[in-house]
């Protein structure tokens, strides 16, 4: 009996927190609450700078943190209050989320200043036969790459595999290898100098980046606030 009754009772209590939640004000100039943002490697590097800024401003005490999950992780996550919000590529998170498009990433070819390919007119077969640096995330990019240069009967053999974008850089600096990542974190590479970004010789679809939270949280004041805050820097990109 005690064993049937808990589920019922947990669900009571959840939805009882919630409420609580919900009803009281969230004031972002005096508010103490810590609020926690799921991202990516690349987001870390090119989006979280701007929230941390964003927030900072017109939230001076509240408190900041970042994590980086595994995809399979988020929604749980999400659903526990471990994280507040997730903004990512996320292509299997489950339909039950709430979800807010925020743009469309593109992708590019990053390499050395100087490569062979720098100022030359790349091909697909040239692109092909080129040494790449690989990164497989969960947006399932470099699949994508791999199936259309398949379809054009294409591969790379050359690759070599690298677990983050953020390291890919001082290896180009220094090889011939090439790499494809997103345009805005090739930006910021090419910025700092030694790597120029080409645009890909393949018809690569974007990612979508969207911004995800849970329904238990979809009117508590301070979750509301904090998507609004992205929303309105990233919405518009």
Not at 160 to 173: A, F, G
Request: hydrophobic share 45%; charged share 20%.
């Amino acid at each position: 009996r005690a064993m049937q009754l808990a589920g019922p009772v947990a669900e009571l209590l959840g939805q009882l927190r919630d409420r609580v939640l919900a009803a009281n004000r969230f004031d972002p100039a005096t508010s103490t609450r810590a609020f926690t943002v799921c991202l990516s490697d690349v987001g870390s590097y090119v989006l979280w700078p701007k929230i941390v800024q964003r927030v900072s401003r017109a939230a001076p005490s509240v408190a900041l943190r970042m994590q980086v999950l595994p995809q399979s992780d988020i929604a749980h996550a999400l659903e526990t209050a471990a994280i507040d919000v997730a903004v990512g590529a996320h292509t299997e998170l489950p339909r039950a989320l709430y979800q807010r498009r925020l743009f469309e990433r593109r992708y590019v070819v990053l390499m050395r200043t100087g490569h062979l390919l720098e100022k030359a007119r790349m091909s697909a077969a040239g692109f092909a036969r080129a040494s790449h640096v690989v990164v497989r995330l969960s947006s399932g990019i470099q699949e994508k790459v791999d199936d259309i240069l398949g379809q054009q009967g294409l591969h790379r053999s050359a690759t070599l595999e690298m677990p983050s974008y953020l390291m890919i850089p001082p290896l180009l600096e220094v090889s011939d290898y090439i790499a494809v990542l997103p345009g805005q974190l090739a930006d910021a590479f090419s910025a700092k100098g030694g790597v120029r970004a080409r645009p890909l010789p393949i018809a690569l679809p974007p990612s979508v980046i969207r911004l995800f939270w849970h329904r238990r949280f979809l009117e508590d004041p301070g979750n509301v606030w904090l998507r609004g805050q992205i929303v309105d820097l990233f919405g518009r990109v």
